[in-house]
């Protein structure tokens, strides 16, 4: 019974409930998503117009999500602007993301029919 109890008080839950609370957030999982299929970085006209969210939306998000470690800010030496691209966690994180949006995506087709 002990065993059990400190599987369910395991700290880690606490990392979880941090990633989702991000992702939840409106755009997030989008914003992330778009990043990570994306072969080149990404500048924030370009980010706003694929996720389609206003500026307000899209640059909290963005802020909130390289805070996280999810974004990072990256300079084009050609154009001399800043864009965005995922980080190595977010790369990891990749296969979850794509699991949730196959998994919507069959709930969004059957409730649909």
């Known amino acids: 019974m002990e065993s059990a109890s400190r599987d369910v008080c395991d700290p880690r839950f606490g990392e979880v409930d941090k990633i989702l609370e991000q992702l939840t957030k409106s755009k997030a999982l989008h914003i992330l998503m778009v990043l990570d299929r994306s072969p080149n970085p990404l500048r924030f006209s370009n980010l706003k117009e694929l996720v389609e969210a206003p500026s307000t939306t899209v640059s909290r998000r963005l802020k909130e ?30 296969p979850v993301m794509q699991s949730m949006f196959d998994w919507a995506s069959i709930r969004y087709e059957r409730d649909s029919a």
């Open 65 to 94: 999500l390289e805070d996280f470690g999810l974004v990072k800010r990256v300079r084009d030496k050609d154009a001399k602007a800043i864009m965005y691209a995922p980080t190595e966690d977010t790369k990891s994180l990749s």
